[in-house]
C-alpha cells in the first residue's frame, strides 16, 4: 500500500516548497472499505457493527519505506461490515483526511463475531 491522497500529495509540494508547512499528525488510524477510497478519499468506509478506526504504531522509516511496528486489531464486529476490500490512513479517529490507501492483497468479509488483524509488519508505507 503506497497511494498517497490529493490531500497529502498537495501538503507535501506546500511543505517541500516553502509555500506552507505542514503540521504532522500526532497519531495515525487505520480505516477499512468496501470499496476503494481513490485519491480522493471518496470510497466507503465501513460503519455500524462495533467498528472503529484503529491507533497504528509505526517502525522508523527506512530506505523509503516503512510498516507497521505492533498488530492492529479492530474490535469484535457486532454486526457485518461487508467485504473489506481496502485500507486507508487518515490523520483522526474519525472525520480527518486521508494520507495513504491501497487495496488488500485478498478481500475479507467481516462477519459478525469476526475480528480483522492486521499483523505487525503487513502494512507497508512506501515512496519512490
Known sequence: MAAASDYLELK????TLGITEYT???TTYL????????????GTEVSGGGYARQSIAWNTPASGATT???D????QATGNYGTVTHIGIYDASS???LLYHGALSASKSVETNDTFLVEAGDLSISLD
Open 12 to 15: 507535501i509540494l506546500e511543505h
Open 24 to 26: 504532522q499528525p500526532s
Open 31 to 42: 480505516a477499512l472499505f468496501t470499496t476503494d477510497p481513490t485519491d480522493a478519499g471518496t
Open 68 to 70: 507497521n511496528s505492533a
Open 72 to 75: 492492529v486489531t479492530f474490535p
Open 95 to 97: 472525520a480527518g483526511n
